[in-house]
């Protein structure tokens, strides 16, 4: 049998903030049919401006939205200091930086972009340096498992919707800083954002997150200099390649009391 969407699905939606909306569906279920109300995400269009020019715009969470351009700017490798942000004209529907960085550096991000894997995909920069060597951490097996599990405790948008992504930063055994997007790229690029306004040394963060690790995911933590990735999900050929070449842990699959270690597997110390 089939259904149109209006059907299927009622024009009468409810807003319950700018997180979420309630709308009517048609569910089947255990061989039936019933109208049942369900909770959405919300998703908006967000335009970061650069020098009053239109650098790109993101599908996104309508939250933390400066923090996710700022993020997006430092893991792009279009801005390396707060130093270089001269002002920032922001709303809910853009944000404009004016930058006294080179030209160049903005150009060659325009050039040399790449469009990226994820939902609510962007764009994203090559890598310009390399790494030399892993940096010297241990992992903690049970801090990893127990980090995820309160990981997952605070997904409380996705248990609601099934809809967005979460990424996280730890720093001293902690998580410090929490983010939901419908895109897994935006999340990350929040958390960064909340770091580089609390100054943190993101060198002293790990990243744990929702979704699979890309390539575009492991050049952000390369650019900004996060020496671990930790996810529920697993990683991507490319990205374990990149890990191995530019010196940036992987973990992937962290479910209950297990996790994969993908790269300096030679090289970490467990305790």
């Given at each position: 049998?089939?259904?149109?969407?209006?059907?299927?699905?009622?024009?009468?939606?409810?807003?319950?903030?700018?997180?979420?909306?309630?709308?009517?569906?048609?569910?089947?279920?255990?061989?039936?049919?019933?109208?049942?109300?369900?909770?959405?995400?919300?998703?908006?269009?967000?335009?970061?401006?650069?020098?009053?020019?239109?650098?790109?715009?993101?599908a996104t969470l309508p939250e933390?939205?400066?923090?996710?351009?700022?993020?997006?700017?430092?893991?792009?490798?279009?801005?390396?200091?707060?130093?270089?942000?001269?002002?920032?004209?922001?709303?809910?529907?853009?944000?404009?930086?004016?930058?006294?960085?080179?030209?160049?550096?903005?150009?060659?991000?325009?050039?040399?972009?790449?469009?990226?894997?994820?939902?609510?995909?962007?764009?994203?920069?090559?890598?310009?340096?390399?790494?030399?060597?892993?940096?010297?951490?241990?992992?903690?097996?049970?801090?990893?498992?127990?980090?995820?599990?309160?990981?997952?405790?605070?997904?409380?948008?996705?248990?609601?919707?099934?809809?967005?992504?979460?990424?996280?930063?730890?720093?001293?055994?902690?998580?410090?800083?929490?983010?939901?997007?419908?895109?897994?790229?935006?999340?990350?690029?929040?958390?960064?954002?909340?770091?580089?306004?609390?100054?943190?040394?993101?060198?002293?963060?790990?990243?744990?997150?929702?979704?699979?690790?890309?390539?575009?995911?492991?050049?952000?933590?390369?650019?900004?200099?996060?020496?671990?990735?930790?996810?529920?999900?697993a990683p991507t050929s490319e990205?374990?390649?990149?890990?191995?070449?530019?010196?940036?842990?992987?973990?992937?699959?962290?479910?209950?009391?297990?996790?994969?270690?993908?790269?300096?597997?030679?090289q970490i110390a467990d305790i």
């Open positions: 049998m089939i259904f149109s969407s209006h059907f299927i699905i009622s024009m009468n939606e409810g807003n319950m903030d700018d997180l979420r909306k309630l709308i009517e569906i048609k569910q089947y279920k255990n061989g039936a049919f019933n109208l049942i109300t369900d909770i959405i995400v919300q998703e908006k269009s967000f335009t970061i401006y650069i020098n009053n020019e239109r650098l790109l715009a993101l933390k939205l400066e923090e996710l351009a700022l993020g997006f700017l430092y893991t792009e490798g279009i801005v390396h200091s707060k130093e270089e942000i001269t002002s920032i004209d922001y709303n809910k529907m853009y944000i404009n930086f004016q930058l006294n960085t080179s030209k160049e550096r903005i150009q060659q991000f325009i050039e040399n972009r790449e469009k990226t894997s994820g939902c609510g995909s962007s764009l994203s920069s090559n890598i310009l340096e390399h790494k030399k060597e892993f940096s010297k951490i241990s992992i903690n097996q049970k801090n990893i498992v127990n980090l995820m599990k309160k990981f997952h405790q605070s997904c409380s948008l996705f248990r609601e919707t099934g809809g967005v992504h979460s990424a996280s930063l730890v720093k001293d055994g902690n998580i410090v800083f929490f983010a939901n997007d419908i895109g897994r790229h935006n999340a990350v690029d929040k958390v960064v954002g909340m770091a580089i306004l609390s100054k943190i040394d993101l060198q002293q963060c790990y990243l744990f997150c929702s979704g699979r690790i890309s390539s575009e995911i492991v050049k952000k933590t390369i650019r900004i200099k996060i020496p671990l990735i930790v996810s529920h999900s990205a374990i390649r990149l890990g191995w070449e530019y010196k940036v842990f992987i973990i992937g699959f962290a479910r209950g009391e297990r996790f994969n270690i993908y790269t300096g597997i030679d």
